[in-house]
């Protein structure tokens, strides 16, 4: 069975502090794609990364960074000095190739107070 | 760039009436993919159409059908609605150069805000 845990349901921080949201997945197939997604007030999901199986480099964009450990099974996501625009519900997601269907986590809500 | 489009935005309906939810996918996308995501909850994949089939098929219920035509777009039809069914409706779409097999990356529309009364 393939799962996505996102333990945190609900962080706050203050605008500057940096946050890490953590993703443990379950899958037992080798291929398989990782994704954050971000989805604001309004409503919309905004992609923010995919990571495949294969590729476990970290990646760093702007303040974002994502922690990829195959070890640990685990795919973390760091946001550094928050802003206030960033306070969202942030989505860890799975698939592999036999599947259409994404499979999401519970999501972690962040709130960023200034 | 163009995105995916859904319409309506937002819909209220009457308890035991239809709704149908459409969606357009990006251009030259072959793929779309429908998700429910009800009150603080997550996405749930529903079902996925490429080039016209059906392609995966997901906790959809019974009483929801869907197609896609050949112009690409897609239809969501519920029917009996439910107090339950009050979610927010997403749409994705994707090129997928193979079918199933090789992940395409999907990108999501803005959602369709279902309000069953």
């Known amino acids: 069975a393939q799962k996505v845990t996102q333990a945190q349901t609900e962080i706050s921080v203050v605008e500057k502090e940096d946050v890490t949201l953590d993703c443990v997945y379950e899958?037992?197939?080798?291929?398989?794609?990782l994704f954050w997604y971000k989805q604001p007030p309004s409503g919309e999901l905004v992609f923010l990364i995919r990571?495949?199986?294969?590729?476990?480099q970290n990646e760093i964009s702007g303040r974002y960074s994502w922690n990829f450990q195959k070890s640990t099974s685990s795919f973390n996501f760091t946001i550094t000095a928050s802003q206030v625009v960033d306070s969202a519900v942030y989505f860890c997601?799975?698939?592999?190739?036999?599947?259409?269907?994404?499979?999401f986590g519970t999501g972690t809500r962040l709130q960023v107070f200034p | 760039a163009a995105g995916v489009i859904q319409s309506p935005r937002h819909l209220i309906k009457e308890k035991r009436e239809t709704a149908t939810l459409k969606c357009y996918p990006i251009?030259?996308?072959?793929?779309v993919y429908w998700y429910q995501q009800g009150p603080g909850q997550d996405p749930q994949f529903l079902i996925s159409?490429?080039?016209?089939?059906?392609?995966d098929k997901g906790s959809i219920p019974d009483r929801f059908s869907a197609q896609q035509f050949s112009d690409y777009h897609s239809e969501l039809n519920m029917s009996s609605l439910e107090l339950g069914d009050s979610a927010l409706y997403f749409c994705?779409?994707?090129?997928?150069?193979?079918?199933?097999?090789?992940?395409?990356?999907?990108?999501f529309g803005p959602g369709t805000r279902l309000t069953v009364l």
């Open positions: 899958t037992r197939d080798t291929t398989y794609y």
């Open positions: 251009p030259r996308h072959d793929t």
């Open positions: 997601a799975l698939t592999t190739p036999n599947t259409d269907k994404l499979i």
């Open positions: 159409f490429y080039e016209k089939m059906q392609s």
């Open positions: 990571r495949n199986s294969f590729d476990e």
């Open positions: 994705a779409s994707s090129l997928v150069s193979s079918g199933r097999g090789v992940y395409n990356e999907q990108f």
